[in-house]
């Protein structure tokens, strides 16, 4: 086996294993997941229309497929993750007739090319080896004119950098201590601009703790360190139209200013669709 092949079947093996992480994701109830249903339902309303099928990639305990499925009753909902613990738990708590849920690996999806209107992702992407491939099949399975929506946290955006610098706090787990978030910013700066310029994304990946000694949500295990440079040259090169880039998390005022006036430094909020057959 070589290392990739290792590392995937080690995440693979924590996300199946790790009680403690099943036990957080069943945590993530309605609330948890309020502003993120009206992201999405607004969305699909308005560019794809009140009916279709909707892939939640990377599920987790299922609370937010099933919200999906109860606010957007023209769509069939199904929600995909890696754990079969976490999608056995989340089929047991909840049912409905435009629902469902499947264990299966985002980077081999089985579904039919071009057989989905929807591709909803939340905190997941992060936790992919091989980025490239999971996009890659993303659009593998959407429709011309369907539908991706990416939230993740942005762990490339040297604004982050710059704050917890100016904060003197550690950016746990990519840097162990304060000082470290000097190299770190440079770092990033580099190469942000770097990924402004490349044709392709430059995907960074990180060695993943997967030793479950610290708080979960901390993202240990992240294994990629998110761009939004990376994830929006990745769908422009295919042709896609960029609608959002940046997300609001929480409600202070920065987190509301900072994806309208710079998106590409703010949370990854992201919304691509793809082009329509005849276009
Ligand atoms: C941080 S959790 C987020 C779960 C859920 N979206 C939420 O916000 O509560 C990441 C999820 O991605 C799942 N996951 C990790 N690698 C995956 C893969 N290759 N394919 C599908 N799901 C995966 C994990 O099992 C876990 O449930």
Redesign the pocket.
């Known amino acids: 086996m070589d290392n990739a092949t290792h590392l995937r079947e080690d ?2 093996s924590y ?1 199946n294993h790790s009680e403690r ?1 099943i036990a957080e ?1 069943q945590s ?1 109830d309605d609330a ?1 997941f309020d502003d993120q249903l009206d992201w999405v339902a607004e969305n699909l309303l308005r560019l794809v229309g009140a009916e279709g099928r909707l892939l939640d ?5 299922g609370s ?1 497929t099933k919200a999906f499925a109860a606010r957007l009753p023209g769509y069939h909902c199904t929600g ?4 079969e613990p ?1 999608i056995d738990l989340a089929t047991r708590r909840f049912a409905a007739a435009n629902l469902a849920y499947r264990a ?4 081999d999806l089985p579904w039919a090319d071009g057989s989905l209107e929807a591709v909803i ?4 992407i992060e ?2 080896p091989d980025v490239g491939r ?1 996009l890659a099949e993303m659009d593998r399975v959407l429709a011309p004119g369907g539908v991706i929506m990416i939230r993740s946290p942005h762990h490339r955006s040297p604004l982050f950098a710059l704050q917890d610098l100016l904060r003197l706090r550690a950016n746990y787990p990519f840097t162990k201590s304060w000082a470290g978030n000097l190299p770190r910013l440079i770092e990033l700066s580099a190469d942000f601009v770097a990924k402004l310029f490349a044709r392709e994304p430059r995907f960074r990946y990180r060695t993943p703790d997967l030793s479950d000694s610290v708080v979960v949500g901390l993202d240990a295990d992240a294994v990629y360190e998110v761009s939004s440079l990376d994830l929006t040259t990745f769908f422009r090169n295919r042709g896609y139209t960029v609608h959002n880039v940046g997300a609001t998390y929480g409600t202070s005022a920065a987190s509301r200013l900072v994806p309208r006036l710079v998106p590409y430094f703010a949370s990854i909020g992201l919304v691509v669709q793809k082009p329509a057959a005849n276009g």
Not at 57 to 61: A, F, N, T
């Open positions: 995440l693979k996300y992480y994701m993530h948890y990639l990377g599920c987790g305990g937010s995909l993750d890696i754990s976490a299966g690996d985002c980077l992702s939340r905190d997941m936790h992919i999971a």
